[in-house]
């Protein structure tokens, strides 16, 4: 089946940083990643969609200038927390969406678990 | 390597009950999760096993074995609107996702 990598899968850093996290399609053409936030043992928040080579469309309630997202190729997408605050830590999963033959497929990726001190 | 099975599509009838499985090899394991996906939307959130047993919510329950490495979904008085795909996902020892490739369930009147 089609491959979904996140790195990095965990990453801790100080308040006030950046950090950068790097969704990739491994071996098919996404052309849709979405980006999630999991609450602890609970469901996933959809952040934001982003189809290559356009504007990501954020879902109500997120900071677009906090939660910058790229999505330059179609099998890569970035996605930055800036100035990254306490309550930012959380476990950040990507998924990308493929297109076989019509039916829409969307593949998940292990997720990226971040840390702010 | 790490392994999630579920399978790809399964039918059933409005009204009936549906047994969705799910068996699981991992590097560790620190909790199961099924969610459901309707096409189009994002996945929502159905359970959560970390223990043995049967939990129950509802029309829906799960249950879970670890020394089995299995779940299952099960789903009783099935409607219409339980049409859609439902993953199964375990958290390893790394606190990472693996994700299974999703059961499409075809509910016809």
């Known amino acids: 089946g089609a491959v979904v990598s996140q790195h990095p899968s965990r990453v801790i850093c100080k308040s006030g940083t950046s950090v950068k996290i790097e969704c990739r399609s491994l071996d098919f053409q996404a052309t849709t990643m979405f980006w999630y936030r999991q609450f602890p043992k609970k469901s996933l928040m959809l952040m934001a969609t982003?189809?290559?080579?356009?504007?990501?469309?954020?879902e109500q309630g997120v900071e677009k200038d906090k939660f910058l997202i790229n999505h330059a190729s179609l099998t890569l997408s970035t996605l930055t927390v800036t100035s990254a605050h306490p309550e930012d830590s959380s476990f950040y999963i990507c998924?990308?969406?493929?297109?076989?033959?019509?039916?829409?497929?969307?593949?998940f990726g292990p997720g990226t678990r971040l840390t702010v001190l | 390597g790490q392994n999630i099975d579920q399978p790809t599509e399964m039918t059933a009838t409005e009204g009936a009950i549906v047994q969705i499985n799910c068996t699981y090899q991992t590097s560790g394991f620190n909790g199961l999760f099924w969610y459901q996906q309707h096409a189009g939307e994002a996945p929502t959130f159905l359970s959560y096993?970390?223990l043995d047993g049967l939990e129950e919510k509802g029309r829906f329950s799960s249950f879970l074995s670890r020394s089995k490495g299995y779940s299952y979904l099960l789903l009783k008085e099935l409607q219409m609107k339980d049409s859609a795909s439902y993953l199964c996902?375990?958290?390893?020892?790394?606190?990472?996702?693996?994700w299974g490739a999703g059961t499409k369930l075809i509910i016809k009147p």
């Open positions: 982003s189809n290559e080579g356009s504007k990501a469309t954020y």
């Open positions: 096993n970390v």
């Open positions: 996902a375990v958290m390893d020892s790394n606190y990472q996702l693996i």
């Open positions: 998924s990308a969406k493929t297109e076989t033959s019509g039916m829409d497929e969307q593949f």
